[in-house]
């Protein structure tokens, strides 16, 4: 096995928590100068859970690989039922019940239940004859695996550890989902942000972001008709019919008779959608309802975007919100962290200040910054040139291991090494654009960077099962 493992991963994996304990060391130090080796020191704990996960991964290897495929419903059941008793038996902290005291250690299951929504989603699609698309009930079986978590950890009031699972939307991609499937998750991310970004200037009697959205859904309808349902003459003729109606209204508008948009667009749309829905039934191509359905599923999410974004959403993650998206400043509120951070990155410049010369750090300006706002410190003391170099180290991390699960002779090797991909992917983009201002700064840590057992232990069962299944590849194809 150990023949056959790949060392090309392991040794990125000791590079990037090598990094992360002489990060840690830097945003946790002081002028006392404490050993980076002292267990009071958060780069002390951190090499200890380092050294342990190190165990943890050797115990992973010697295990046999096909105990992971076997177990891997009985391991998702035990953490399910360990998520539901965190609900109840976790203490408050900081409002959330995400951690479980083990006397001097604190743990956080929902980190532990990557890896067996992992292993249960590559255990569902490894069974005999299961095909994701055969059948609407295996996408509610898919569905179920990956929901499960999230609801329970929502439960819990982590929002942020919940919302990694979604990543796992992209593995079900991979594994046939079609791709309308995915336009539509982003594009809701998209009408959400437009939304709520310009809800507050009008034009023609509705918000921009209202018109925004009706304008991009009126050319992503035209585009579906054109290139998903491959019918030149109705995509030409709707576009035709958009064009002409909005030239009307902007003749009219220069006549100073003005048309209420929230007139106009559901009426065009409404006799679009006729138009496409009668030629449908005359040409009995199902394709087209995809298309009409998205449409109506775009404008009835637009619709109720304000309504979850002013009743659903708290307080303070409407303040993270608007915060990101320049609509508020706050920067003694919910605005703070961020702004702290990107002053820090930015006086980095190119070189960096140099390794513990951090100002911004060392008078601890960023909260949390040995934590979830760890990669400032990286751009306050290397520079831009060491915050390329973190991102390339994790960049040839995450093609490497698409390289290893495009290589797996088996489905579950396969489905499981992109969740592990989905996982990592969706820390990274999160955390980094969370701390240079990008994303609402929802508390997700930076894969093998950040402080904390929990979220190194993980990452690292996560990567040493792939790499334990990897191993074995020659054999399970044999």
Not at 106 to 121: H, I
Request: glycine residues 8%; positive net charge; hydrophobic residues 55%.
């Amino acid at each position: 096995m150990f023949r056959t493992l790949d060392w090309f991963t392991v040794i990125l994996y000791l590079m990037l928590v090598g990094c992360g304990i002489f990060s840690i060391y830097a945003a946790s130090y002081d002028f006392d100068q404490a050993s980076i080796l002292d267990f009071n020191e958060f780069s002390g704990k951190q090499a200890l859970w380092v050294a342990l996960a190190l165990v943890i991964g050797l115990i992973i290897l010697l295990i046999d690989y096909r105990v992971y495929e076997t177990c891997a419903y009985p391991i998702y059941g035990a953490v399910i039922l360990l998520l539901i008793a965190t609900i109840f038996l976790a203490p408050n902290i900081k409002g959330s019940h995400s951690w479980l005291v083990l006397g001097p250690v604190s743990l956080q299951p929902a980190e532990f239940g990557k890896f067996a929504t992992a292993l249960a989603l590559a255990r569902l699609f490894s069974s005999y004859n299961f095909q994701l698309n055969a059948k609407i009930s295996n996408y509610f079986r898919a569905l179920t695996i990956i929901f499960l978590p999230i609801a329970l950890i929502l439960l819990q009031r982590e929002t942020g550890s919940a919302l990694v699972y979604i990543s796992l939307i992209f593995v079900l991609y991979r594994e046939g989902m079609p791709g309308i499937v995915l336009l539509s998750i982003l594009c809701a991310i998209a009408w959400f942000v437009i939304t709520v970004k310009y809800s507050t200037e009008m034009i023609l009697g509705i918000t921009l972001g209202q018109f925004i959205v009706f304008t991009a859904v009126m050319v992503i309808f035209t585009v579906m008709l054109l290139l998903y349902c491959r019918n030149f003459i109705i995509g030409r003729n709707v576009a035709i019919g958009f064009a002409a109606s909005g030239l009307i209204v902007w003749i009219l508008s220069s006549l100073g008779i003005q048309v209420p948009g929230m007139v106009y667009f559901p009426v065009v749309l409404t006799a679009a959608i006729v138009y496409v829905a009668i030629m449908m039934l005359h040409l009995r191509i199902s394709k087209y309802l995809v298309s009409i359905g998205f449409v109506v599923a775009s404008v009835i999410f637009m619709f109720s975007v304000n309504y979850v974004f002013n009743n659903v959403l708290g307080n303070h993650q409407q303040m993270r919100i608007k915060v990101t998206l320049g609509i508020e400043e706050n920067l003694r509120g919910a605005g703070y962290n961020v702004n702290q951070s990107k002053i820090a990155i930015g006086s980095g410049g190119l070189t960096g200040k140099g390794f513990l010369n951090g100002t911004q750090t060392k008078l601890k300006y960023v909260p949390e910054q040995h934590t979830d706002f760890i990669f400032c410190t990286v751009g306050e003391e290397q520079g831009f040139v060491g915050t390329v170099t973190t991102l390339m180290l994790f960049l040839i991390l995450i093609l490497r291991l698409i390289f290893i699960a495009e290589r797996q002779h088996t489905i579950f090797g396969r489905v499981y090494a992109y969740c592990v991909v989905s996982y990592i992917i969706f820390h990274i983009c999160i955390n980094i654009g969370m701390v240079i201002g990008l994303c609402p700064v929802i508390g997700i840590p930076l894969p093998f960077f950040s402080y904390g057992g929990s979220a190194l232990w993980s990452f690292t069962i996560l990567l040493f099962i792939l790499l334990r299944i990897d191993a074995a590849r020659k054999i399970s194809h044999d």
